[in-house]
């Protein structure tokens, strides 16, 4: 995965937040394993979950946005 743009944190700091992110780690665990802080352990769960749903909501604007046609008898 990429990182996140405009973030201070290391590329390895990044990768590493986000393995435990995906394993489901609580953010303050993360951050004490990963020698970050808390709050900012926590900030980037929050940032990553809303990446995953705009994301979604773009998906699915275009799998089902636009007009629908429905054929006249």
């Known amino acids: ?3 996140m743009r405009k973030s201070r944190l290391s ?3 990044q ?3 986000t393995e ?3 394993s489901g ?3 303050r665990t993360a951050a ?3 020698g970050v802080n808390r709050k900012t352990a926590a900030f980037f ?4 979950r809303e990446i995953i749903t705009y994301e979604l909501e773009a998906e699915s604007e275009a799998m089902f946005g636009g007009e629908i046609e ?3 008898r």
């Open 1 to 3: 995965m990429g990182s």
């Open 45 to 48: 769960f929050l940032r990553l």
């Open 25 to 27: 780690s609580t953010a």
């Open 20 to 22: 435990h992110f995906i």
């Open 15 to 17: 990768d590493r937040l």
């Open 70 to 72: 429905v054929p006249s």
């Open 32 to 34: 004490s394993l990963c």
């Open 11 to 13: 590329h390895y700091k």
